[in-house]
């Protein structure tokens, strides 16, 4: 299991939100550039960055600064928050960024999710955020009707091959990862399976390990000192 240390940034600043509410905005590291240094120096080889602004506001606003800090961590990155269209992904992809996540975009616009696929291949996750189970978009704003499950399904039927998975309820209140519904997830799709939200302490790593996910993004628990990077990395090579 891999993992993936995460920078989420809102006007220019490395933050972290409370269940993803962006009125609990806490900026949580000087610069953005300072904490992927200290995720590399812990031994690090994935950041997971996302755009808050333009996770809700269909931009890539802050997108100049994400392929900068990526570009000077050395790390491999992926990037989420107001990937819209093809432009979009190609400006990211062409500038170094390992990845790219489409999260609003595969409730509303799947047909962009199968272009995008068929375009850019195992470069494309689908991120998939829910409440109560059911899907939330637009920065976690908006709730849909549709179960994770089920479009954790539709996607792998498009081709896609690996999906961040964030229990809205959990993200930023270090209480621990929502483990049924991963599991549940796990065991209903074939697709690679990033768990996100709650880690707070090894033993969520490890629980984590144990479900068979292939990667955890861990970022509240990190800048709190809940958790040591450096152990979770050591200890997740050996499982």
């Known amino acids: 299991m891999i993992i993936l240390p995460a920078i989420d940034i809102k006007d220019g600043n490395c933050v972290r939100l409370f269940k993803g509410d962006y009125s609990t905005v806490e900026k949580v590291c000087d610069t953005p550039y300072k904490a992927a240094e200290q995720f590399k120096a812990a031994g690090a080889q994935y950041m997971h960055m996302v755009d808050l602004d333009g996770a809700k506001d269909a931009t890539l606003a802050n997108a100049d600064l994400i392929i900068d800090v990526a570009k000077q961590s050395g790390l491999k990155v992926e990037v989420g928050g107001g990937i819209r269209d093809m432009a979009a992904i190609e400006r990211y992809l062409n500038n170094g960024i390992d990845k790219v996540i489409l999260g609003s975009a595969a409730v509303k616009n799947p047909d962009f999710v199968i272009e995008a696929v068929k375009a850019f291949g195992d470069k494309i996750v689908v991120g998939i955020d829910a409440k109560n189970g059911m899907v939330c978009a637009e920065g ?59 880690v707070s302490v090894l033993k969520d790593i490890i629980n984590l390990a144990e479900l068979d996910v292939y990667g955890a993004i861990c970022g509240k628990a990190i800048y709190t000192g809940n958790l040591d990077l450096k152990q979770a990395i050591k200890i997740t090579s050996k499982i």
């Not at 849909?144 to 498009?158: F, G, H, P, Q, V």
């Not at 959990?170 to 996100?196: I, W």
């Open 140 to 198: 976690w704003i908006d709730e849909s009707e549709i179960n994770y499950i089920e479009l954790a399904k539709r996607m792998e039927d498009i081709g896609v091959g690996q999906i961040v998975f964030t229990d809205i309820d959990q993200d930023g209140t270090l209480a621990g990862p929502n483990l049924k519904q991963l599991d549940d997830l796990v065991h209903e799709v074939n697709c690679r399976v990033v768990a996100s939200g709650g």
